[in-house]
């Protein structure tokens, strides 16, 4: 790998693919003072993704831009090669699909210098079958973001048998410097951690569905009622350390560990069924009761934000 500028130093940050996620990092990007090229070949991206950015801003100010942090500092191209160009730093959030993003990653390694790190959004894929077109493999990260990169500021960083050690150091910084939250994995692991945590309990959600076990609106509220009020404080395992008494972990695992094996060995994957699809989206629709996708978004920043600042206050940090 060619030498990369500091993490510091880095100004200019480039963003391919501007949907949810890529439209996301742009508006961290742009709330952290970087200036940001993005590219997408969608018709319509540069719209949509100046709606988003628009929508995002209020709680970017809210929370507070980085001195010089501005809008104005986007610049949509209309070729990759544009957007890459001068960039320190990619990020790629195109479609899940390998084939796509194993030409794309292939594309935009070859049109930037060996120096530049380059992050893909992946929720699943490994860097290791990612990497496999390009011709300088070991600058490839994955910085594996959560809905919405512009507040929540967990990034999981890992690389693939090709990625150089540096690359993954680089971008683990890079990402704190540029105010995220980073787990860094030295190896990769299918679904990373949050995702392969958050798939078991899809999983189940959608079996409980297929079944009529549950509606939508039952589980997410058994979740937002229940342990989620839990886990902005203490993760799945503190929490269940707790559920132990005095005796913490140890007594929670020999009093419940024998009655878990059986929910643990019975769970499969569910079939997604064209009925499946139907009644999730009919129950997402129902729990959502009228309420727009952007009346969603607009909720959930409020409250994620909300969320933050009591984390921060409880944790010493200040609001
Ligand atoms: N939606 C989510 O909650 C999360 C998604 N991700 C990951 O982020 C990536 C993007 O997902 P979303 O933003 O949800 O999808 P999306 O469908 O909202 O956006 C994808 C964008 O990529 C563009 N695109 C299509 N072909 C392209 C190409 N060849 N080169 C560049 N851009 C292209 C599309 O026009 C679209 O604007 C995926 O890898 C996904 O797994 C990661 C974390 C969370
Ligand atoms: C739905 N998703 C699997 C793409 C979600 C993620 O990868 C992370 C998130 O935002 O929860």
């Given at each position: 790998m060619g030498a990369p500028v500091e993490p510091e130093s880095v100004r200019h940050v480039a963003c391919v693919g501007a949907g949810v996620i890529g439209g996301g990092w742009v508006a961290h990007f742009l709330a952290r003072g970087y200036r940001v090229t993005a590219w997408d070949p969608a018709p319509d991206a540069e719209q949509k993704l100046r709606r988003l950015v628009d929508a995002a801003w209020p709680a970017l100010t809210e929370l507070g831009l980085a001195p010089?942090?501005?809008?104005?500092a986007l610049t949509v191209t209309s070729t990759l090669d544009e957007a890459v160009a001068g960039a320190e730093f990619v990020q790629e959030s195109a479609p899940e699909d390998l084939e796509l993003k194993q030409d794309l990653l292939a594309r935009i390694d070859a049109a930037t210098p060996a120096g530049v790190v380059v992050s893909s959004s992946t929720s699943g894929y490994g860097m290791t079958e990612m990497q496999q077109?390009?011709?300088?493999?070991?600058?490839l990260v994955v910085g594996h973001p959560f809905n919405p990169p512009y507040l929540i500021p967990l990034v999981e960083v890992v690389g693939g048998e090709r990625t150089a050690p540096e690359a993954v150091r680089w971008a683990s910084r890079f990402f704190e410097v540029a105010g995220k939250s980073v787990i860094t994995m030295d190896r990769e692991v299918p679904g990373f951690i949050a995702n392969r945590l958050q798939e078991a309990l899809w999983r189940e959600a959608l079996h409980m569905v297929a079944e009529g076990e549950a509606t939508v609106e039952q589980i997410d509220a058994s979740i937002t009622e229940g342990p989620g009020l839990r886990w902005p404080f203490l993760g799945p395992c503190l929490t269940f350390h707790l559920a132990g008494?005095?005796?913490g972990m140890a007594h929670m695992l020999d009093h419940f560990g024998p009655s878990l094996k059986s929910p643990w060995t019975r769970l499969e994957a569910p079939e997604l069924t064209a009925e499946l699809r139907d009644r999730m989206v009919e129950g997402c629709e129902e729990t959502a009761d009228g309420r727009s996708i952007a009346d969603l978004v607009a909720d959930r920043d409020r409250a994620v934000i909300a969320v933050l600042r009591a984390v921060r206050e409880v944790r010493g940090g200040g609001a």
């Open positions: 010089g942090a501005s809008r104005d077109r390009c011709a300088t493999p070991e600058r008494g005095e005796g």
